[in-house]
């Protein structure tokens, strides 16, 4: 069966400081793997998305990057963080499309503090 | 693109009653809906989900219609507990190329005991 992991998952950072969380999937192979942020009491706010190595679609201009350096491995990254990059931030994947099992899954999240 | 709108924000019932959620949305081509519940803190998790080729889907205390008419869907459940409460996502897609569902703002539901 498949599983997502992120890490850390909690997090603490001061504002202008850098920024690295990990989403890894396990038992499946070229999925498509997703980066949501989640304000408090809020929606699901897609941030990036990536369908294969190297291949990253960013859904909303900001501070915040993202790297997809092995089949089953995304990151999120910031050089300088902002006190509104708050949040709950989820990793999820999805089969590769085709095969009409395009569920995503969801990752158990990491909770960003900037202070 | 594709528009999500979920109704209402904020649902209170007591213990026992029927909840309903409903979605509509914009794009006649989207043909996958699914349903997502978020417990305070956790993840959101795959509840039930419906295509296109079908009307209505049932699992349990929960069901899912859908009127590709109309454009909307919407979520049931039944003989609603306290462990019910928790915050619903619903999501339209297209089958096939990037996949990347459109999600509703969300549904908290609360089941007063």
């Known amino acids: 069966s498949q599983t997502i992991h992120q890490w850390p998952a909690t997090l603490v950072q001061p504002v202008g400081s850098p920024l690295s969380l990990e989403c890894t999937v396990e038992?499946?192979?070229?999925?498509?793997l997703y980066w949501y942020r989640q304000a408090a009491g809020r929606g699901l706010q897609l941030l990036f998305y990536?369908?294969?190595?190297?291949?990253i679609s960013s859904e909303v201009p900001q501070n915040l990057s993202a790297s997809r350096p092995q089949d089953r491995q995304f990151i999120l990254s910031s050089k300088k963080l902002l006190l509104s990059d708050s949040g709950f931030y989820l990793c999820a994947w999805s089969a590769s499309s085709g095969r009409g099992e395009e569920t995503q899954y969801f990752g158990p999240g990491t909770r960003l503090l900037v202070l | 693109g594709e528009n999500v709108e979920q109704h209402p924000s904020t649902l209170s019932v007591q213990e026992g009653d029927s909840a309903v959620i409903k979605c509509t949305y914009s794009?006649?081509?989207?043909?996958?809906f699914p349903w997502y519940k978020q417990e305070l803190g956790k993840r959101p998790q795959l509840i039930i989900d419906i295509r296109s080729n079908v009307g209505e889907k049932k699992d349990q205390r929960i069901a899912v219609t859908l009127n590709k008419t109309a454009k909307h869907f919407s979520l049931h459940i039944t003989e609603t507990q306290p462990e019910d409460s928790a915050v619903y996502f619903c999501a339209a897609s297209i089958s096939g190329g990037s996949y990347i569902p459109t999600f509703g703002r969300g549904t908290s539901l609360i089941v007063h005991p």
């Open positions: 990536s369908v294969g190595i190297g291949q």
């Open positions: 794009d006649s081509a989207s043909n996958y």
């Open positions: 038992g499946t192979s070229n999925p498509n």
